[in-house]
């Protein structure tokens, strides 16, 4: 294929485009022409003031290949290393000190390729390549036998400054430019663990200002795991807890407990004993039968806070699908604390499962309370049954808009906590009905005297009303 020659103009503008843009792709894509190779030739024969007008390359009188010869064509080790440390340690741009000492930025590149797999030995200004031992072989005889050693030593000591920066790059990920001394104590094991097959042991900590009595702690407590009492601690806690504490409460029973340790070991160490909480996204029961009797208006409007117990009260229906049936739990949940104030359990969401429990929830109020009893739009709730209980015991009611299940999100979130924590990732098959129902009573009594809150204090409903003098 013949060569494409190029006018001296062409020439002219595409090297003007390099200077200003700084980027041999960058004129390619803008101009069309010339190639990589072509403009970095063009670029390196002006500068050495003999490209000519068809910006071809310089034959000699046999017609054979002459590289550019600039007033230093071969750099020095000294310019080389000065480069690497500009460019790679104080973070200079390539571009600028590639200009400045005049050599393009894939030889720095090359130099510090050659500097990172070879060290500074492979950056003396020679034309081909020589090994260590090569390097010793050439050394005339006349030289002392001390002076080789001296320089073998040397050698030696590069090589393991090199082999000491790879493992520091390959293994800790550092840039190459890092300080050694700097290194934590846990990084310096392993480098030390990768070289000291290669390498004696004293000669490793020396370079690394390592202290061999560290060196050997870090080791030990490396092999020691001392969280192991924890593991055993957390498994028993989270196991008597029904296995639905997460890594918070978690940390709150052990602080409780008097046992110290960070949240953030606490996370780890459940999620390496597969101390899993399980959840589902089920399809809740609904109680809507459309607008059966007057409009309530929403008092509690999402305020879930009370300053005292018995002043707002949430209940609505939950339903637990069984293998021998349905089963439906209507509670009523205090704003103070979240206790369950009263329960009631039943296989049919009728009229007798939510008066029940009204009925038994305020027959232990005082004359004086009448709190605010908050409910979704259900048919329960708007039964004339339902009514008359409000009535009779002077309780004030409070209704969610159609459809707004946040406006009752307190007590929906206490039916998500229980389910996760006592349904969800279960098998039911062998329990009976009667037994479920039962346990289904049990996890109440135990959410209310046992099962602790973060915004209680690590304590339960119970525990916290006994902490304030409530008696309930």
Not at 362 to 371: C, G, R, V, Y
Not at 428 to 452: A, G, P, Q
Request: aromatic share 12%; net charge positive.
């Amino acid at each position: 294929m013949c060569a494409k020659f190029y006018t001296k103009e062409e020439q002219e503008l595409a090297l003007k485009e390099f200077e200003r843009l700084g980027s041999v792709t960058a004129v390619v894509h803008k101009l069309g022409y010339p190639s990589r190779a072509a403009l970095y030739q063009w670029y390196e024969r002006k500068k050495a003031g003999c490209l000519n007008n068809h910006g071809t390359m310089e034959y000699d009188s046999n017609q054979k290949y002459t590289k550019y010869k600039k007033h230093d064509h071969i750099a020095s080790q000294e310019l080389k290393l000065e480069t690497l440390r500009r460019c790679f340690e104080e973070g200079e741009p390539v571009e600028y000190v590639s200009r400045e000492i005049g050599y393009c930025r894939v030889t720095i590149y090359e130099w510090r390729k050659i500097f990172l797999s070879e060290g500074a030995i492979g950056l003396m200004p020679t034309r081909k390549k020589i090994t260590r031992e090569k390097f010793l072989d050439k050394t005339p005889k006349s030289i002392p036998d001390s002076d080789v050693s001296e320089m073998q030593k040397k050698i030696k000591e590069l090589e393991l400054d090199v082999d000491i920066l790879k493992e520091t790059i390959n293994i800790l990920k550092k840039d190459p430019g890092v300080d050694m001394t700097m290194l934590k104590n846990n990084e310096k094991v392993l480098i030390v663990d990768a070289l000291k097959n290669k390498y004696a042991l004293p000669l490793l900590l020396e370079k690394l200002e390592f202290a061999k009595s560290s060196y050997y702690y870090q080791v030990k407590t490396s092999k020691t795991d001392k969280y192991a009492n924890f593991r055993d601690l957390l498994a028993t806690f989270f196991h008597d807890n029904k296995d639905c504490y997460g890594y918070r409460r978690m940390h709150g029973i052990l602080k409780k407990s008097g046992y110290i340790i960070s949240e953030k070991v606490v996370r780890r160490l459940m999620k390496e004993e597969n101390l899993i909480v399980y959840k589902a996204n089920k399809k809740k029961y609904s109680s809507y039968k459309g607008e059966i009797s007057l409009e309530v208006k929403n008092i509690i409007e999402r305020n879930f806070h009370s300053d005292a117990p018995n002043t707002k009260w949430l209940t609505d229906i939950t339903e637990f699908s069984h293998p021998e049936g349905k089963v439906y739990l209507s509670p009523i949940i205090d704003c103070f604390d979240g206790k369950v104030v009263s329960w009631t359990v039943g296989t049919s969401p009728n009229a007798d499962l939510v008066n029940s429990m009204l009925r038994k929830a305020s027959m232990n109020l005082s004359e004086t309370e009448h709190p605010i009893v908050h409910s979704d739009r259900g048919c329960h709730y708007r039964w004339p049954g339902w009514i008359k209980l409000m009535d009779d015991f002077k309780l004030i009611r409070s209704m969610s808009k159609k459809g707004c299940s946040p406006d009752n999100s307190a007590c929906e979130g206490f039916f998500g906590r229980m389910k996760n924590e006592f349904y969800y990732g279960k098998v039911w098959t062998k329990v009976s009905l009667k037994e479920f129902i039962v346990l289904i009573n049990n996890y109440v009594h135990w959410y209310n005297e046992k099962r602790i809150k973060e915004s209680l204090g690590y304590m339960s409903p119970v525990e916290y009303r006994e902490s304030l003098g409530i008696i309930s």
